[in-house]
């Protein structure tokens, strides 16, 4: 993949991440395409990047089980290998399935983490998603003032970089904050910058900007303005997503029973239903009941609006069962993925592991140490690696027994996994490796020779002494040595120490 192509599929991950459009099921295809190309172009992270905004795309559409399992993979693979920038966008996905899931305590840790984790060079838009799902969950958590500060942080961070459609989205989450918290007037002078941005931004009100405009001036007694900024609620574009078309219609009816035009609150309210029906909105079509008793309550008709009342109230308990429900089936979701997750990490551990010592085997060397030597090249750092190879092995085997031999070697596995500041493996038979900085190498090595010769073997060997000979080499910064070279040096020292009579050290 040529190094523009790559640039090129970069910019599409940040500007799908960056998006602040509405039309879910458009994101969601252009993720997926994202998704499979990045696949494809061998991109794991940026793979993974869209694949989170794919799983966002659907739990938006209600499918949080499924957006759940895809946010645990992802956070997991990101921990393993140690990347942060995909580790702060999993925990901003994770605070958010918490949220839905009614563990604010939860969602409030992930978005401590992923704001913690987001690097000084992440796109601004990720920094100001992050500061608002920060600022609710300190919100919902009963941090008002921390969330306002939050909310601020993130506007600057718009104004900053001119993003004013980010900042129309900061206030308009401030302003709904501050009237949930019943700071009505502060809500009110938040709602004076959002006319500012949206003229600054040359567009009219979303719909979800103009509910919360409506809900702040009926609390401020301004019902007939409430119903002037929702009556052309219904000729939105439709990509608007419906369930704001709902609460707004909602809303609208609310303004219009306060202003004594029943017949037009009437009409929102039927409307309203209509959406809900058609829709599957179960959560504000529980609330269109309790509207409706209020529209019976303001006509006099008492025994309707009762009746409506425990309509509304057995509507809620079924709700509030069946979100349990759901919430229940979201976390079996998510333990399921993590005890998946803690199996496959405990297999693959196993399969990195020589079952006689529990030393690491071949394979974790083949994966680990092209690594440690990248690591030290990158510092400026020598690394040692020594073979080690206990001297007359097959005489223990052939004059004791096969398991005093395997005696031996677990011994000195555990001797070996005792020295500080390096790693060993089980290369296979008595062959031993270790991994160590190279300042000191040589007289560790040589008290590591001694330490195996000094062992108290009589127990398990009888007279036969148990010693060892090792073969080290070092790497040298910028040399351009790979994990090969070092070995067949090292093997060459080896030869060497036994061709010169064994139990010794010889160090390139």
């Known amino acids: 993949m040529t190094a523009l192509a790559q640039a090129d599929l970069a910019t599409d991950v940040d500007e799908l991440e960056n998006h602040a459009g509405y039309d879910v099921e458009a994101i969601l295809a252009r993720a997926t395409a994202v998704a499979e190309a990045a696949e494809r172009a061998g991109e794991v992270v940026l793979a993974h990047r869209a694949r989170l905004v794919q799983a966002d795309m659907r739990q938006r559409a209600g499918d949080v089980d499924a957006a759940a399992t895809v946010f645990l993979a992802v956070h997991d693979w990101a921990g393993r290998h140690g990347c942060r920038p995909l580790l702060a966008r999993t925990h901003y996905h994770l605070a958010l399935t918490h949220h839905y899931l009614g563990d604010q305590a939860a969602s409030l840790e992930h978005m401590l983490s992923a704001v913690e984790l987001l690097d000084d060079d992440a796109l601004p838009g990720l920094r100001i998603l992050c500061l608002l799902r920060l600022s609710n969950a300190l919100a919902e958590t009963g941090s008002p003032d921390a969330a306002r500060q939050r909310n601020l942080q993130a506007e600057r961070i718009a104004v900053e970089h001119g993003d004013e459609a980010r900042r129309m ?102 409307r309203c239903r209509r959406l809900c029906d058609e829709n599957e909105l179960a959560a504000v079509r529980v609330l269109v009941l309790a509207e409706q008793a209020e529209l019976f309550a303001a006509t006099g008709d008492f025994q309707d609006a009762f009746e409506h009342y425990k309509q509304f109230h057995i509507a809620s308990e079924e709700q509030r069962n069946s979100q349990q429900e759901a919430r229940a089936r979201t976390r079996q979701a998510m333990l399921e993925t993590a005890e998946a997750r803690r199996d496959a990490e405990r297999y693959r551990e196993q399969a990195r592991r020589d079952p006689l010592t529990g030393l690491y085997n071949r394979r974790y060397v083949n994966e680990r140490l092209p690594q440690a030597i990248a690591e030290a090249e990158a510092a400026g750092r020598r690394l040692t690696v020594a073979l080690l190879d206990l001297d007359h092995f097959k005489r223990i085997n052939d004059t004791v027994s096969h398991d005093a031999g395997d005696k031996v070697l677990v011994a000195v596995a555990r001797l070996l996994a005792t020295a500080p500041e390096c790693w060993v493996a089980r290369l296979g038979g008595e062959e031993f490796l270790m991994v160590l900085p190279a300042v000191g190498a040589a007289a560790r090595l040589e008290a590591i020779r001694q330490r195996i010769k000094a062992h108290a073997w009589s127990s398990i060997t009888g007279e036969l002494p148990v010693t060892v000979s090792i073969g080290a080499a070092s790497t040298v910064p910028g040399d351009g040595s790979d994990q090969s070279d070092l070995l067949a040096e090292a093997d060459r020292r080896l030869y060497q120490a036994k061709n010169a009579g064994r139990d010794r050290v010889v160090y390139a």
């Open 169 to 270: 989205i900061v206030l308009n989450n401030l302003a709904y904050q501050e009237f949930e918290l019943g700071d009505i007037e502060v809500a009110w002078a938040v709602v004076e910058r959002m006319h500012e941005s949206a003229a600054a931004l040359g567009r009219d009100f979303l719909i979800a900007e103009r509910d919360t405009i409506a809900n702040v001036q009926i609390a401020l007694g301004r019902y007939a303005d409430a119903e002037r900024t929702l009556r052309d609620v219904y000729d939105g574009p439709p990509w608007f997503e419906v369930h704001d078309a709902a609460y707004a219609a909602l809303t609208l009816a609310r303004a219009q029973r306060h202003l004594g035009a029943l017949d037009r609150a009437r009409d929102s309210l039927d």
